[in-house]
């Protein structure tokens, strides 16, 4: 599985981003799908994650400001980021996933796009 992450960027408190992940090497209908990110410093996390279903799921600190949706038809999974502040700064990855987001289910990962929050 090949996984493309684009959509950071530099942008101020209170901003958005989309971020996308485009999937090829698989059958992306039928994987649920994960966004992690990484800090300096921390370990890498999971954030959100969407089953093959649509069924969804979010870490605390990004309830309610994050959405995690998919299109099958592009392969396709987006993060879309509100309210963002400056401890969202991090790499961003997505990867495929356990239903239930237990873990990366492949080992795989992309380059991931770099969302820095700051004014």
């Known amino acids: 599985v090949q996984l493309v992450e684009s959509g950071g960027g530099l942008v101020q408190p209170g901003g958005s981003l989309r971020l996308s992940c485009v999937v090829s090497?698989?059958?992306?209908?039928?994987?649920?799908m994960g966004w992690y990110r990484q800090a300096p410093g921390k370990q890498r996390e999971l954030i959100a994650h969407?089953?093959?279903?649509?069924?969804?799921n979010y870490e605390a600190s990004v309830k309610g400001r994050f959405t995690i949706s998919r299109d099958n038809a592009k392969n396709t999974v987006y993060l879309q980021m509100n309210y963002l502040r400056p401890d969202d700064t991090a790499v961003y990855y997505c990867?495929?996933?356990?239903?239930?987001?237990?873990?990366?289910?492949?080992?795989?990962w992309g380059q991931g796009t770099q969302v820095t929050v700051s004014s």
């Open positions: 990867t495929v996933v356990e239903p239930d987001g237990s873990r990366n289910l492949f080992g795989s």
């Open positions: 969407i089953t093959n279903g649509g069924r969804t």
């Open positions: 090497g698989g059958i992306f209908s039928i994987f649920a």
